[in-house]
Each structure stands twice: as C-alpha cells, then as structure tokens.
C-alpha cells in the first residue's frame, strides 16, 4: 500500500496568517496517463469531510480561492492564503494512484 | 444538487453483523462510484473499498476482504456495505462517498459493537 505522511500534525494559525501544509507519498502518484493522482479534504469539527483540491491542484466546485495545492511525484503542499476562523479542522491528503486508497494522518488546523 | 443520505445508528453485540445503507441524489446513481470510508473516534480517515453502481465491480481493502460485502439497489438509488462478524474495534462511523475519487459525502453512520 502506498504510505501518506503528513507533516506538521498539528497548527495553530493567526487569523489572517498563511498556513501550509506538506503531504509525502512512498511512491509517485503520476500515473502513466499524465494526471498525478493527488487529494485533499477538510473535515470540519463534528462534519463529514469535504473535498478541496483534486489532481493536485484543481480546486473543488465552490472551495474559495485561498486554498491552493501544488507539487509533484512524491511531494505535496498544501497552501492557504490567508486562515480564517472557518478553516478550522483536519486536513487529509489521500491518493488515488491506486488501491487501496489511503490517507495521510491528517493535519489539526486551530485559530490561535 | 448531489446528496447522500445514510442511515441511523446503529448498537449491534460483538460477532454480529450490521448493514448501512446511502441513498444517493441529484445525480444519475450508475455514473459513479460508492466508496465506503470509516473512522474511528478521534482517529484518521480508514477506506475499506468501493463498488461500481453501473456493473457490480467490486474492491476491497485486504483488511476486510473477508467480512466486508458491498451491494447497490439501483431501482432506490440506494448502495449498501454490510460488515460481518464484528468486533469492538469496528466501532466507529461509516462515510460513503460518491466518485472514483470520493467526492460528495454522507452524512456518517456511527455503528457501536459493544456487549
């Protein structure tokens, strides 16, 4: 199985204030068909997760702006622009590369 | 817009099974893919396999290769993953999720095994 690691476990962001969150994969998530099989989700606190950006680094119908994902192979990154109060739960990177589908350990986002 | 809707909650005694239904809207129910995703309290993200509505394929993480049987009713719109033989660590609430890559999300379905 391919193995996610995320890092930092935990934030603590200043509304306002970027935020960046880094997702590692054991193996490459570029598939043989040029699309890089990347994910990332926000659960919100006591919600089901939601999907933000898809492929890396398209964004989901109706995510704002401030989110961005970028990267490449094994190296991932997610970016938020400016926190807000909002954004507050665990951020999950997953791959779709192949099965079974796994995902990173997730990532706290607390407003300080 | 695209819904999926779960069911309750359920308690069900160690070595039991329990069955968990989604029922899916807003979007032609065979064009897609139902993943089922569990989660245990304060814990990650755990997916256990997905089934493909249009042609009853089936995928299943080895963990729960044996215990584990995902089916759909297409005339309801409905999917289902039924989980046997449970233990105590099966506790946790159950997602599905729409889309070869999960997409839209139920609301989650908190299954208790407990004596």
């Known amino acids: 199985d391919i193995v996610m690691a995320q890092t930092p476990l935990s934030l603590s962001v200043t509304p306002g204030q970027p935020a960046s969150i880094s997702c590692k994969s054991s193996?490459?998530?570029?598939?043989?068909?040029?699309?890089?099989?990347l994910y990332w989700y926000l659960q919100r606190p006591g919600q089901s997760p939601q999907l933000l950006i898809y492929e890396v680094s398209n964004r989901f119908s109706g995510v704002p702006d401030r989110f961005s994902g970028s990267g490449s192979g094994t190296d991932f990154t997610l970016k938020i622009t400016r926190v807000e109060a909002e954004d507050v739960g665990v951020y999950y990177c997953?791959?779709?590369?192949?099965?079974?589908?796994?995902f990173g350990q997730g990532t706290k986002v607390e407003i300080k | 817009q695209v819904q999926l809707v779960q069911s309750g909650a359920e308690v069900r005694k160690p070595g039991a099974s329990v069955k968990v239904s989604c029922k899916a809207s807003?979007?032609?129910?065979?064009?897609?893919?139902i993943n089922w995703v569990r989660q245990a309290a304060g814990q990650g993200l755990e997916w256990m396999g997905w089934e493909n509505p249009d042609n009853d394929y089936t995928g299943y993480t080895q963990k729960f290769q044996d215990r584990v049987t995902m089916t759909r009713n297409i005339s309801i719109s409905t999917a289902y993953m039924e989980l046997s033989s449970l233990r105590s660590e099966d506790t946790a609430v159950y997602y599905c999720?729409?889309?070869?890559?999960?997409?839209?999300w139920g609301q989650g379905t908190l299954v208790t095994v407990s004596s």
């Open positions: 807003g979007y032609t129910f065979t064009n897609s893919y």
């Open positions: 193996q490459s998530l570029l598939h043989s068909d040029g699309k890089t099989y």
């Open positions: 997953m791959q779709g590369m192949q099965l079974p589908r796994t």
């Open positions: 999720a729409s889309g070869r890559f999960p997409n839209r």
